[in-house]
């Protein structure tokens, strides 16, 4: 089980799409799912995703719904302890989970950490 859930809700993220799970794959914390929720995409999200080579990666096809219904049913398929949302058109430093994981750990008693 992955210590990370990350889910990334994608609707027409052609442009963007593998730069943001270029991002998300150069995390210094190595432990984590890869979510991504094709919403519907109508461009060559889909495509793209699939030349990905990750184990980590998965992805999940929905008809269009929206943002809010993606990260839904992102979440319904988490494994990991914690979740955390990476839009598709985003990047993250490299060391984001890592640090946000250790504050986390550090104050048990704090619900979230966000940047």
């Given at each position: 089980?992955?210590?990370?859930?990350?889910?990334?809700?994608?609707?027409?993220?052609a442009r963007t799409i593998?730069?943001?799970?270029?991002?998300?794959?150069?995390?210094?914390f190595a432990d984590?799912?890869?979510?991504?929720?094709?919403d519907?995409?109508?461009?060559r999200t889909l495509e793209l995703?699939?030349?990905?080579?990750?184990?980590?990666?998965?992805?999940f096809s929905y008809r269009n719904g929206g943002v809010a219904i993606a990260r839904d049913h992102g979440i319904a398929?988490?494994?990991?302890?914690?979740?955390?949302?990476?839009?598709a058109d985003d990047m993250w430093t490299p060391?984001?989970?890592?640090l946000q994981l250790v504050a986390l750990r550090?104050?048990?008693e704090a619900g979230l950490a966000y940047s």
């Amino acid at each position: 089980m992955p210590v990370i859930s990350v889910v990334i809700p994608a609707y027409n993220a052609a442009r963007t799409i593998l730069d943001t799970i270029a991002s998300a794959q150069q995390q210094t914390f190595a432990d984590f799912e890869l979510i991504v929720i094709n919403d519907g995409s109508t461009d060559r999200t889909l495509e793209l995703l699939q030349t990905v080579q990750d184990d980590r990666l998965q992805v999940f096809s929905y008809r269009n719904g929206g943002v809010a219904i993606a990260r839904d049913h992102g979440i319904a398929k988490c494994r990991g302890d914690f979740i955390t949302f990476l839009d598709a058109d985003d990047m993250w430093t490299p060391d984001k989970l890592e640090l946000q994981l250790v504050a986390l750990r550090t104050h048990p008693e704090a619900g979230l950490a966000y940047s």
